[in-house]
C-alpha cells in the first residue's frame, strides 16, 4: 500500500466475515467516529473490531469503566458532533437504559448494538436469545417512542447499521440494533458496496443564527434542528422536561408539550420507519411472523410447508420498533392463524396479539434461549395446526 | 461585554450578565447558599484562563450544584445523576480544543458518580472537574453523603454519621489527577486564581470547593446560617500549599488544610493517547497490517 493512500471507512468489496465485524464497518460506513465500549459477551469483538478501525480513520475509541459510562460518553461525543456508537449485550443494555432515557428526552442521536443473549440475569452468555424486545421498548423510565432494527443476515448487519445511524441522525434519538448471538458470531459473504453508493443521513443543522436559535423548537417533521458544541450556539441541554429554548420547565403544561413531541416525531414518521420483508404471503393462511435469525429458520419452514401443498407465509419485521400494527391487522384479516416463532417467552407474540385486535388466532412458538429453532420445529407446529 | 461600567450600572447589568442565560434568573438556590458566588468564580476564571467562551463546555449531573451549568450561557449540558464525567470524556477527545469543565456536588461525583471519577484520574482525561463539597444531598432534602463527617447530623444519619469520609484531595491524588487543589467558599480570590491554573492544566485537573448549605446541612448541625459556615471555614481552615493529601482530611470541629496539594507537569493525557493511537493505527495498516 502506498504510503500516502488513506485508510478507507468504506472497505469496498467482497468479504466473508461475521455479524459482529459486519455491524461494525457498516457503523464505520454510515460515518460513526466515536466508540465507547465495555467487554461483554456476546459482542465484544465488534469493540474490538473498532478499537483496531477507528484509529485509522482519525475516530476514536475509548473502552470505558462500565455500560453507564460507554452510553454517556456516546451522548457527550454526539454532542461534540461526532456519530457514536456502543455494543453491548443484555446485562449491559439494562445498565445504560437511564441513559437512553437521557438520549431520548435531550433527542441525542447514537446507535446502541444490543447483541442479544439468553437472560434474565447473566443467563447464557455465550449462547443466544431474543429476550430484549421489551426492554428495547420500555427500559428506560417514562414515555419515549423507541426505534429498533433487527438484522436477519451478514449482509443486513452491514445494510442495516447504516440505516440505524441514518435514523438516529434523521430523528435525533439513540436507535437500539437488536442483533443476537448466533447472528454476531456466524460467518457469511459480505459485499461492502462502492462509498458512493452509500446513503447517508446527517442530522439537520439550525438555518438560523445563535441569536435566533431555538434548540428544541421542531420543524414540521416534529425533529429540531440540532447545534453541537463549540458551533457558537451555546447548546443548552438538560434531562428535565425543558421548553423550545431547552430551559427546564417544571410544570404539567411543558411535560405535555415536551413529551408529546418526542414520542409523536416518531409516530408521525413511522411510515418511513417500518421495514419489513415478506415471503409468500400473497395467498397465504397461515402466516409466520419472525425476525433475527429465528426468521431464517422460519423462512426455510414456510418453503417447506408450501412444498408440501401448505398455504404458509412469512412476515419478517426489519423494525423491531415502530411496531407495523396496521400490517399486521391487515395480515390478521387474511389469515386464520398468525403463528410467532421467537426465543424468548413470548415477547413479540404479545404485541401481536395486541395488533391482530382478536381477528385472528395467534400463537406463540417458543424457545427460552440457548438454541435456535430449526425449520422442522417450526414446520411441525404449522403441520400440527393445519391438521 | 461592549458597554462601559457607567452604563452597566445604569441599566443595572453586571459585566458577567453575558455569560448568563436569558431569563434564567432568579436561580433555585436558597439564601446563604454559596453556590452564587461559585458560579461567579466559575465565569471569572473561565475569562481570565483567557479561554475561547466558543470552545468552553461545562457538563453537570444532578444535584444542587448540578443546576450550575444551566445557568451558564457557554455549551451547556445537565445529564444524569453521577455521569457527567463520562459524558464530558465524550466531549473532551471529539474536539481537542474544547475545554470541558465539569461542575457538580459530592453526592454526584464520589458516591453515585464514584467509579467515573477514579477512572476519569486515572486515564487523565482532559477535563477540569470542580466539585462543591456541602457534605450531604442538599437538593433531596439533606441526606448523608460520602462526604459527611464523623458525627455530622442529617436527614438519614439522625444519630450523627458513623462511617469513614472521602477526603476527595486524597482520593484524586492517589488516582493520578495533575492538578488537586482545595478552597472554601469564603476563599473567592484564591479559588479562583487555582481555578486559572486547573483550567489552563494539561489533563484532568480536579478543585475541591467546600460550599456553605445552611439549609440542609447547617439547620442540623448548629451551622445554621451562610455566614455561620462561612466563618467556620475561616476558623479552622489552614493554607497548607504542597501538603501531603494523606492529611488533609475534615473531622468534625478540626482544622483542616486547604490549598494547591498537587501540580504535575507535562503527563500524556487520554487526548494524547487517542491521537498517538491514530498514528500507530496508519502506519501498522500502511505496512499491510490489519485493516
Keep these: 500500500m502506498n504510503e500516502k493512500t488513506e485508510i478507507p471507512n468504506v472497505r469496498t468489496g467482497m468479504h466473508y466475515t461475521t455479524g459482529n465485524h459486519a455491524a461494525a464497518e457498516g457503523a464505520l460506513a454510515a460515518g460513526c467516529i466515536f466508540f465507547g465500549g465495555y467487554p461483554i459477551t456476546p459482542s465484544s469483538e465488534i469493540a474490538e473490531h473498532m478499537s483496531i478501525r477507528l484509529p485509522q480513520i482519525d475516530g476514536h475509541f475509548v473502552q470505558f469503566e462500565d455500560e453507564i459510562a460507554s452510553i454517556a460518553g456516546l451522548l457527550g461525543a454526539s454532542w461534540g458532533g461526532s456519530k457514536s456508537m456502543t455494543a453491548t449485550s443484555g446485562p449491559g443494555y439494562s445498565l445504560m437504559v437511564e441513559n437512553i432515557g437521557l438520549g431520548m428526552m435531550t433527542e441525542t442521536p447514537c446507535v446502541i448494538v444490543n447483541v442479544q443473549r439468553g437472560g434474565p440475569s447473566t443467563g447464557l452468555p455465550t449462547l443466544v436469545g431474543q429476550q430484549d424486545i421489551m426492554q428495547t421498548k420500555w427500559g428506560s423510565h417514562g414515555d419515549y417512542e423507541p426505534i429498533a432494527l433487527c438484522p436477519s443476515s451478514v449482509q443486513e448487519c452491514f445494510d442495516l447499521i447504516i440505516t440505524a445511524f441514518n435514523f438516529s441522525e434523521q430523528y435525533r434519538l439513540p436507535v437500539t440494533f437488536l442483533m443476537d448471538e448466533t447472528l454476531g458470531h456466524m460467518s457469511e459473504r459480505l459485499i461492502i458496496p462502492a462509498k458512493e453508493k452509500i446513503k447517508i443521513v446527517n442530522r439537520k443543522k439550525p438555518t438560523v443564527p445563535p441569536e435566533e436559535y431555538l434548540p428544541y423548537k421542531p420543524d414540521k417533521d416534529l425533529v429540531p434542528p440540532m447545534a453541537t458544541a463549540g458551533e457558537g450556539y451555546n447548546v443548552m441541554m438538560t434531562g428535565l422536561t425543558h421548553d423550545e429554548r431547552g430551559y427546564p420547565v417544571i410544570t404539567a403544561e411543558a411535560q405535555e408539550l415536551n413529551v408529546k413531541r418526542i414520542n409523536d416525531k416518531i409516530r408521525l414518521n413511522k411510515n418511513k420507519i417500518i421495514k419489513l420483508e415478506e415471503y409468500m404471503l400473497e395467498d397465504a393462511e397461515i402466516a409466520l411472523i419472525s425476525f433475527g435469525s429465528t426468521a431464517r429458520a422460519t423462512k426455510g419452514a414456510v418453503s417447506r410447508a408450501r412444498e408440501k401443498g401448505i398455504k404458509a407465509g412469512l412476515l419478517r419485521l426489519i423494525t423491531i420498533w415502530p411496531f407495523p400494527d396496521e400490517r399486521i391487522e391487515t395480515l390478521a384479516d387474511q389469515v386464520k392463524v398468525i403463528m410467532v416463532p421467537e426465543i424468548n417467552y413470548g415477547q413479540i407474540t404479545r404485541e401481536v396479539d395486541r395488533a391482530v385486535h382478536g381477528k385472528t388466532e395467534v400463537k406463540g412458538i417458543f424457545k427460552l434461549g440457548g438454541a435456535l429453532h430449526t425449520p422442522e420445529e417450526i414446520l411441525n407446529e404449522i403441520e400440527r395446526r393445519v391438521k | ?291
Design chain 2, 1 to 291: 461585554m461592549n458597554k462601559d461600567e457607567t452604563e452597566l450600572i445604569e441599566a443595572h447589568e453586571h459585566p458577567l450578565d453575558v455569560y448568563l442565560r436569558d431569563g434564567r434568573i432568579p436561580h433555585i438556590f436558597c439564601p446563604g447558599c454559596s453556590l452564587g458566588s461559585i458560579a461567579t468564580i466559575i465565569v471569572d476564571a473561565i475569562l481570565e484562563a483567557n479561554l475561547d467562551p466558543k470552545n468552553v463546555s461545562v457538563v453537570s449531573g444532578i444535584g444542587c450544584t448540578g443546576r450550575i451549568a444551566g445557568y451558564l450561557n457557554f455549551d451547556s449540558f445537565h445529564t444524569t445523576h453521577g455521569r457527567a464525567i463520562p459524558f464530558a470524556i465524550g466531549l473532551s477527545v471529539t474536539d481537542p480544543e474544547r475545554k470541558v469543565i465539569v461542575v457538580s456536588g459530592d453526592g454526584d461525583l464520589f458516591a453515585i458518580g464514584g467509579n467515573h471519577f477514579i477512572h476519569a484520574a486515572r486515564r487523565n482525561a482532559d477535563i477540569t472537574v470542580i466539585c462543591v463539597n456541602n457534605f450531604n444531598y442538599g437538593m433531596t432534602g439533606g441526606q448523608v453523603g460520602p462526604t459527611s463527617y464523623i458525627g455530622q447530623f442529617q436527614s438519614t444519619a439522625p444519630y450523627g454519621s458513623l462511617e469513614e469520609p472521602f477526603s476527595l484531595p486524597y482520593l484524586a491524588a492517589s488516582c493520578g489527577a495533575v492538578y488537586v487543589a482545595r478552597w472554601t467558599a469564603l476563599d473567592v480570590r484564591r479559588t479562583k486564581e487555582s481555578l486559572v491554573e486547573a483550567l489552563q492544566k494539561k489533563g484532568f485537573s480536579f478543585v475541591e470547593i467546600l460550599g456553605s448549605c445552611p439549609t440542609t446541612f447547617g439547620r442540623r448541625n448548629q451551622l445554621a446560617e451562610g455566614k455561620k459556615i462561612l466563618e467556620y471555614f475561616k476558623e479552622k481552615a489552614i493554607l497548607k500549599h504542597g501538603a501531603d493529601t494523606r492529611e488533609v482530611d475534615i473531622s468534625k470541629d478540626s482544622e483542616f488544610a486547604v490549598g494547591k496539594f498537587v501540580d504535575i507537569e507535562d503527563k500524556d493525557t487520554l487526548t494524547d493517547h487517542l491521537l498517538q493511537l491514530q498514528k500507530i493505527a496508519k502506519a501498522s495498516a500502511r505496512k499491510g497490517g490489519k485493516i
